[in-house]
């Protein structure tokens, strides 16, 4: 069955002092839309998770966290540039020769000084870092498709269940319609009795009340309509089935079901296949925001 585009899931890696964690979140999304949020100094390794994210997911809109986890530190390394510490010292000892005052702590000022003290972090291995990140991530990801998956399977049977009651009220159109000519042609003797009584106009002859009640018949025809009503509800319970991601073919075959009932409804000059046509309708439209949530 289809996944969901709802979901949620993280992955841990830990080496040696390095511990980090990724999480991703998924909504539904028209498109597949990837924002990815980390430390700045991961921030070389935006590009990894991106396209391993992509490979995995289809559609939907995913934020991916990146952070180290609490209570472990990554190992690092911090240099010293000490040919612009001595730099800034001869300057403070100047600056002191001219004011006659003293600089005060000249090892606390340095040390907040840019460029002294630069971090050096997982001891600038990066490829050992890039493996840490994918293992994370290709956890994380595996989990939130196992969610989207299980959700994707409720979302999908509740659906087929929707589908089925669907056909039902379609079966009743199909029922219903070819009654209609017969009740409208009634009417219009009934019409015709009430206006003319006993004394018949020369133009009024029951062929032309079956020529009429035939034209009707004709123009509210909706055996095409049901035919296609039918086909789309194949291929939608088809794609309900499906393990392939068919949002799109969904959202396309719920339209093609809106027009045809739609088509239905203008013919309809009945009150009780006016009232199958609304309802209808109504199931579609809950069928239609549902499939809003299938990948």
């Known amino acids: 069955m289809p996944r969901s585009m709802t979901g949620y899931g993280e992955g841990i890696s830990k080496r040696g002092g390095c511990s980090i964690r990724i999480e991703c979140r998924s909504v539904n ?3 597949l839309d990837i924002s990815i949020r980390l430390p700045s100094r991961y921030a070389a390794h935006e590009s990894l998770i991106r396209s391993i994210s992509q490979k995995q997911l289809n559609r939907g809109r995913v934020e991916i966290r990146l952070t180290d986890e609490p209570g472990e530190s990554p ?3 911090v240099a010293v540039d000490q040919p612009l510490a001595m730099a800034y010292m001869r300057a403070l000892d100047q600056l002191e020769a001219l004011t006659g005052e003293k600089s005060g702590d000249k090892l606390k000022i340095l040390a907040g000084l840019d460029g002294i003290l630069t971090l050096d972090e997982n001891g600038g291995d990066e490829a050992l870092l890039a493996g840490q990140i994918e293992e994370a991530l290709e956890a994380a990801l595996d989990e939130l498709n196992r969610a989207r998956t299980l959700e994707g399977g409720r979302l999908a049977l509740d659906l087929l269940a929707k589908t089925d009651e669907l056909r039902e009220h379609v ?8 009654l209609i000519p017969e009740i409208y042609r009634e009417k219009l003797i009934q019409r015709a009795e009430e206006l003319f009584e006993d004394q018949r106009p020369e133009w009024y002859s029951d062929q032309r ?7 009707f018949a004709d123009r509210s025809s909706i055996d095409e309509e049901v035919t296609r009503l039918h086909a789309h509800l194949d ?3 088809q794609a309900l089935e499906s393990d392939l991601p068919v949002g ?3 959202d396309f075959l719920i339209q093609e079901i809106f027009r045809e009932i739609n088509t239905i409804g203008s013919k309809a000059n009945d009150l009780e296949l006016t009232q199958v046509v609304v309802a209808s309708k109504t199931l579609l439209e809950k ?9």
Request: charged share 30%; aromatic share 8%.
């Open 248 to 250: 799109r073919q969904l």
């Open 209 to 215: 009340l079956f020529a009429e009640t035939a034209l």
């Open 235 to 237: 291929a939608l319970s």
């Open 29 to 31: 999304h028209r498109y």
């Open 171 to 178: 079966a009743s159109m199909a029922r219903r319609a070819p």
């Open 287 to 295: 069928i239609r925001e549902q499939v809003q949530n299938i990948e």
């Open 75 to 77: 190992e690092y390394e």
